[in-house]
């Protein structure tokens, strides 16, 4: 079965730092790009950062650069989200997707929640 | 950079069809093939059902057809049914290199 499992989300203090992991199953991790796109309490879908598969090629949204990193373990199917510099904009629920090309996001995550306040 | 324009709320009523909009830019929906759709249920992660402008995924219901027109992108659902209320994204690659979603259009069955 072809699986992607988010872990990390947690209640942070502004400021603050998390890592967020996706674990992947079920089909070859290293053919795919990967993203991370996030959704804040009662609002849309946004795009946070992609990886292609050899981890060369990074995507940000403007506003997490610089504060976000993206990468992936591929001898380990995993795919991660370092988020530093942490503040209330940032609070929602992150999910791991993959990209099956041009963008399009066909396999996601159960997805992980992320608050950050005081 | 903005987001995709589309309409807060569409409804209609069982077996009627229903078309939503996604209203972009000559360097987003207009400039590529790249736009797709995804359907949400409250709680629940977004699930694909239309890729590169009227693609249809591997088991999703042939009720849903797409296409675009200059710069706006159409989602029909024909058929509706009451599993069909949820929200409906859509998402283009732009020529900024960057992918915008649109805000979501809420569908309810009447």
């Known amino acids: 079965e072809v699986q992607l499992v988010e872990s990390g989300g947690d209640l942070v203090q502004p400021g603050g730092s998390l890592r967020l992991s996706c674990a992947a199953s079920?089909?070859?991790?290293?053919?795919?790009?990967m993203c991370w796109v996030r959704q804040a309490p009662g609002k849309g879908l946004e795009r946070v950062s992609n990886?292609?598969?050899?981890?060369?090629?990074?995507y940000y949204l403007e506003s997490v650069k610089g504060r976000f990193t993206i990468s992936r373990d591929n001898a380990k199917n995993s795919l991660f989200l370092q988020m530093n510099s942490l503040s209330a904009e940032d609070t929602a629920v992150y999910y791991c997707?993959?990209?099956?090309?041009?963008?399009?996001?066909?396999?996601w995550g159960q997805g992980t929640t992320v608050i950050v306040s005081s | 950079q903005s987001a995709l324009t589309q309409p807060a709320s569409v409804s209609g009523s069982p077996g009627q069809s229903i078309t939503m909009s996604c209203s972009g830019t000559?360097?987003?929906?207009?400039?590529?093939?790249?736009v797709h759709w995804y359907q949400q249920y409250p709680g629940k992660a977004p699930k694909l059902i239309i890729f590169?402008?009227?693609k249809r995924p591997s088991g999703v219901s042939i009720r849903f057809s797409a296409s675009k027109s200059d710069n706006t992108a159409f989602l029909t659902i024909s058929g509706l049914q009451a599993e069909d209320e949820a929200d409906y994204y859509c998402?283009?690659?732009?020529?900024?290199?960057?992918?915008?979603f649109g805000g979501g259009t809420r569908v309810t069955v009447l």
């Open positions: 079920g089909f070859t991790f290293t053919s795919y790009w």
């Open positions: 590169d402008v009227s």
């Open positions: 998402s283009s690659y732009t020529s900024r290199s960057t992918w915008l």
């Open positions: 990886i292609n598969p050899d981890g060369s090629v990074l």
């Open positions: 997707a993959r990209d099956q090309g041009g963008g399009a996001m066909d396999v």
């Open positions: 000559s360097s987003d929906i207009g400039a590529y093939k790249y």
